[in-house]
């Protein structure tokens, strides 16, 4: 079956450091996402990207982030210059419109 | 705001208690409700609900859901401990591309 695919599993950085992280969503979806869930808190939509374009975005998703589908298969989360409170497990998401099937999450320590 | 609120927060049970977990919601221009499952890390999709008053189901699990009183049930049955897990409910709403809300979700917790 299928699924959504994220790397790395844990990434360690420095405040202040620029990140990307990586996401193989499911061949002929059309519609990608971005979640973050901080530890201990809600699941929080970040940004959704369909046609390739930004089609909405959460008052979270500022300057810092940004997003890119560099090719036909990859999405990409990218933050500037990371801040203590941008640690949390972030999943991408995927959709054909309708369900979002979520990756397994890349959990972002910031130190 | 979009507001979704699950009860209770968290649960424990015996193998082979029933279970009903409850799921409420205030948004602008519902699309649907879904459930996912989580246990270490993905949410796992278990059940995308559109319409008022048909029951899907899954083996043990089934859920319905009630617009005109703004909620959603999932009922787990014969509840095993692998069934232990956060389940999560988030409503997808407005035009466009879909964004879900989440709830907190509830800890169900099934001991031997």
């Known amino acids: 079956e299928p699924e959504v695919t994220q790397t790395p599993s844990h990434q360690v950085t420095q405040m202040g450091q620029e990140v990307i992280l990586r996401c193989v969503p499911i061949s002929n979806h059309l519609y990608f996402y971005w979640y973050r869930q901080i530890l201990g808190q809600k699941v929080e939509f970040l940004v959704s990207f369909y046609n390739n374009e930004i089609s909405e975005k959460s008052e979270i998703f500022d300057d810092q982030f940004s997003v890119e589908r560099p090719d036909g298969s990859n999405f990409t989360l990218k933050i500037r210059s990371t801040k203590l409170e941008d640690s949390a497990m972030y999943f991408c998401?995927?959709?054909?419109?309708?369900?979002?099937?979520f990756g397994p999450g890349t959990r972002l320590t910031v130190l | 705001e979009d507001k979704v609120v699950q009860s209770p927060l968290s649960l424990v049970v015996h193998e082979g208690d029933t279970v009903t977990l409850n799921c409420s919601y205030e948004v602008t221009n519902f699309r649907s409700l879904l459930w996912y499952k989580q246990e270490k890390k993905a949410p796992t999709f278990l059940f995308m609900l559109?319409?008022?008053?048909i029951e899907k189901k899954s083996g043990r699990l089934s859920s319905i859901l009630d617009k005109k009183e703004l909620s959603s049930i999932l009922n787990i049955t014969a509840t095993q401990t692998g069934d232990s897990a956060i389940y999560l409910c988030a409503v997808g709403a407005g035009a466009g591309s879909y964004q879900l809300t989440f709830g907190k979700g509830t800890k169900l917790s099934v001991i031997p």
């Open positions: 998401a995927s959709s054909p419109g309708g369900t979002q099937y």
């Open positions: 559109t319409s008022s008053g």
